[in-house]
Structure formats: C-alpha cells, structure tokens
C-alpha cells in the first residue's frame, strides 16, 4: 500500500528549529513533486511548501518564505522541511503531501486538492 510517512514533529521553543521528514513507501514518489500543508486548530488546511520531482523548483507561502526550506532526497524517497526561527503561529499539525499528476512534470501545485496522497501528519507546537 502507497504511504506517506511523517517524522520530525515535537515541541520547541519560539525560535528554534525543526526539522521534519517525509518518507515514501514507494520509489515512483521520487517522479513527482511533493508539498508541505498545515493545519492548525479550528482552521484550514493551508500550503506551506512545494517542490518539483527534481527539486529545481521549490515554493513557499509568504508567512514561511525565507524561514522554511523544502528539500527532497530522491534516492531515499524522502522529503524534508527545515524550519526556522519557528514561531507560534506555525503550531499545527503538518502533512505532506504527492501530486501524482504529471510525471517528471515542471509544474508543482499549491493547491491541497492537486494532490493525490497524504500523510497522517506530525504535530509541531510552537511556545512562546
């Protein structure tokens, strides 16, 4: 069975760092591209970060950019998302995602209902 596994979620201080892993179950993950959402209590699920099968091309939302980095190891069937400088608000749980779409494709969506698969999540809490 196709899973997403998600890893690297805890409890930090504001301003620390996190760092969360992505590992697919299959090597054809590693062909398309994958994104970082996020989902915090009482709201909805909202993109953090994408990046294209070859990881030339990454994306970002603007509460993110410049904090996060998404990164992708294709010879371990893995994604990760650094995160920086964490703050509060980033609390939420995070889910990764694959876009099965295009194979080898240049576009790489932000849109939660492009993609295909989903993990069950890792709880990252931001205190202050």
């Known amino acids: 069975q196709v899973q997403l596994v998600e890893s690297g979620g805890g409890l930090v201080q504001a301003g620390g760092s996190l760092r969360l892993s992505c590992a697919a179950s299959?090597?054809?993950?590693?062909?398309?591209?994958m994104a970082w959402f996020r989902q915090a209590p009482g709201k909805e699920r909202e993109f953090v970060a994408a990046?294209?099968?070859?990881?030339?091309?990454?994306y970002y939302s603007d509460s993110v950019k410049g904090r996060f980095t998404i990164s992708r190891d294709n010879a371990k069937n893995t994604v990760y998302l650094q995160m920086n400088s964490l703050k509060p608000e980033d609390t939420a749980i995070y889910y990764c995602?694959?876009?099965?779409?295009?194979?080898?494709?240049?576009?790489?969506?932000?849109?939660?209902?492009?993609?295909?698969?989903w993990g069950q999540g890792t709880q990252v809490t931001v205190y202050s």
């Open positions: 995602a694959a876009d099965l779409t295009f194979y080898r494709g240049t576009y790489t969506s932000t849109a939660a209902h492009e993609y295909d698969y």
């Open positions: 990046i294209s099968w070859s990881g030339s091309r990454t």
């Open positions: 299959e090597r054809t993950f590693s062909n398309y591209a």
